[in-house]
């Protein structure tokens, strides 16, 4: 079942809420992490993959199977409290020229955030850009991807409950790093910790990445999973 935006009021022939957005099947938000545990190397396959992916015939297919056909993207890189960057600002994506234009900007465009993994801070700032742009998708996402636990910012409980109740789901990649990389707090999984605090909504999932490959495909078949659901984002009604 295809589904509209809460309150929409759809103009004919025009693709265009009554408040003037264009009407989109998902807002989604790419937060990756940039932050210091990130080397310029892995930042650059980081972005090439995500560029890969957008461009896949699967993705494609996913984007234009939807009731509108279109989705909104935005690409994010975060690294501590007060380092949240915007790389490729909002874009919509129908086509694969359109992908593209966008996979290239994305692949080009300096590094930016510092610090250390405020996933609370990433969160905040996906929650913003999702209510300062000029699309109404019936599902709003915001997609982390951090190789480390939560070290500072906001509450993180506090910016998950909010972006929740706001009508968005976040969705988490953990990149499992060679060795074994970062656990999460008091030792526990990384997996664990992104599990239990920080993805939420309905449909929110983790999927893991354990190598170069490994991350590709699991960016690939992320953004077919949060492009292609149905189901609306955020709070569970009761």
Request: glycine residues 16%; charged residues 20%; proline residues 5%.
């Amino acid at each position: 079942m295809a589904w509209l935006p809460l309150g929409a009021v759809v103009l004919p022939g025009r693709g265009m809420a009554q408040d003037g957005r264009r009407l989109v099947d998902v807002e989604l938000v790419l937060a990756a992490d940039g932050s210091g545990s990130i080397d310029d190397d892995e930042l650059a396959t980081q972005r090439r993959g995500y560029a890969d992916a957008l461009a896949h015939p699967r993705v494609l297919q996913a984007i234009q199977g939807g009731y509108h056909g279109r989705i909104a993207l935005t690409y994010i890189e975060w690294g501590g409290p007060r380092s949240q960057h915007t790389i490729v600002d909002w874009q919509e994506i129908a086509n694969g020229d359109d992908a593209k234009a966008f996979g290239d900007a994305l692949v080009t465009a300096p590094r930016a955030a510092r610090g250390w993994n405020s996933i609370s801070g990433a969160i905040a700032y996906g929650h913003q850009k999702i209510d300062e742009n000029r699309f109404a998708g019936h599902r709003k996402v915001i997609d982390i991807s951090g190789d480390g636990p939560q070290r500072g910012g906001p509450s993180l409980g506090l910016t998950r409950q909010q972006a929740v109740e706001a009508g968005i789901t976040i969705n988490a990649l953990v990149v499992r790093r060679p060795g074994g990389g970062y656990p999460g707090p008091g030792g526990m999984p990384l997996h664990t910790h992104y599990e239990r605090d920080v993805i939420g909504g309905r449909g929110a999932f983790v999927m893991t990445a354990d190598t170069e490959i490994g991350f590709t495909d699991a960016i690939l078949n992320k953004l077919i999973q949060e492009i292609a659901e149905g189901r609306p984002t955020g709070a569970a009604r009761g």
